[in-house]
């Protein structure tokens, strides 16, 4: 199994841009996660989605900050406009079950200049 | 507010010696304990967990010891190998009437193994 996929690996923009992360969970897990990392913070979760419907958005900063997931293979967080204060690595994660592991992709590096 | 705190932000250890990594919580509520090991530019991986029920739980050199008492839980890695450098965090959560989905991570402790 490749392991949850996440793209692009590192992402440089500049302020008031949009920008998408994208994320292809394990095959057959039913939940996925968006997490966000920064040093200020850790690593707090953003949202998460059973069977593809959004289950929990507290995590979601601001209007700014939206996903989607059209179907279980897929998953995108959007930040649109983009502000510096966004920098941050994204997880995303997936699992099967609530009562089971939850595993990482490798993150995408978000750089706002 | 931190429901999860690892107070220190990193810890060295000589190869062969105990680490133990510590962990504190403030949510009586929490049930379910993890800690995930993370290496540079990839993400958390899952390391070891412990249900409320338990004070213990051993796998291979790692042991998670839970006081609830205390809402203190710590892990313990023996011996000690330079591959175990990384950073650990521990993640706490609701399971059983709340959701698992909300893991609620500490800020990590940074683990250097010295050869």
């Known amino acids: 199994d490749a392991g949850v996929i996440q793209s692009p690996r590192h992402e440089v923009t500049e302020m008031g841009q949009e920008v998408t992360l994208r994320c292809k969970p394990i095959?057959?897990?039913?939940?996925l996660f968006w997490y966000r990392q920064t040093m200020m913070r850790g690593l707090e979760l953003l949202i998460y989605?059973?069977?593809?419907?959004?289950?929990?958005d507290s995590g979601m900063p601001e209007d700014r900050f939206s996903a989607k997931m059209p179907n279980a293979s897929f998953s995108n967080l959007k930040i649109q406009p983009s502000e510096p204060r966004d920098s941050a690595v994204y997880f995303c994660?997936?699992?099967?079950?609530?009562?089971?592991?939850?595993?990482f992709g490798p993150g995408t590096r978000l750089t706002v200049l | 507010d931190q429901q999860v705190k690892q107070n220190s932000p990193s810890l060295s250890v000589q190869e062969g010696r105990i680490s133990i990594l510590n962990c504190d919580y403030t949510n009586s509520m929490f049930d379910y304990f993890l800690w995930y090991k993370k290496y540079p530019a990839e993400g958390p991986t899952f390391l070891i967990s412990?249900?409320?029920?338990?004070d213990k739980n051993e796998d291979g050199r790692f042991t998670v010891f839970l006081n609830k008492s205390a809402k203190h839980l710590s892990l313990h890695i023996v011996p000690s190998q330079p591959g175990d450098s990384a950073v650990y965090f521990c993640?706490?959560?609701?399971?059983?009437?709340?959701?698992?989905?909300?893991?609620?991570f500490g800020k990590g402790t940074k683990l250097s193994v010295k050869p």
């Open positions: 989605f059973n069977n593809n419907v959004p289950i929990d």
């Open positions: 095959s057959g897990h039913d939940y």
């Open positions: 994660a997936s699992t099967l079950g609530l009562d089971n592991e939850q595993f």
């Open positions: 993640a706490a959560s609701v399971r059983y009437g709340g959701s698992q989905g909300n893991l609620i």
């Open positions: 412990i249900s409320s029920i338990k």
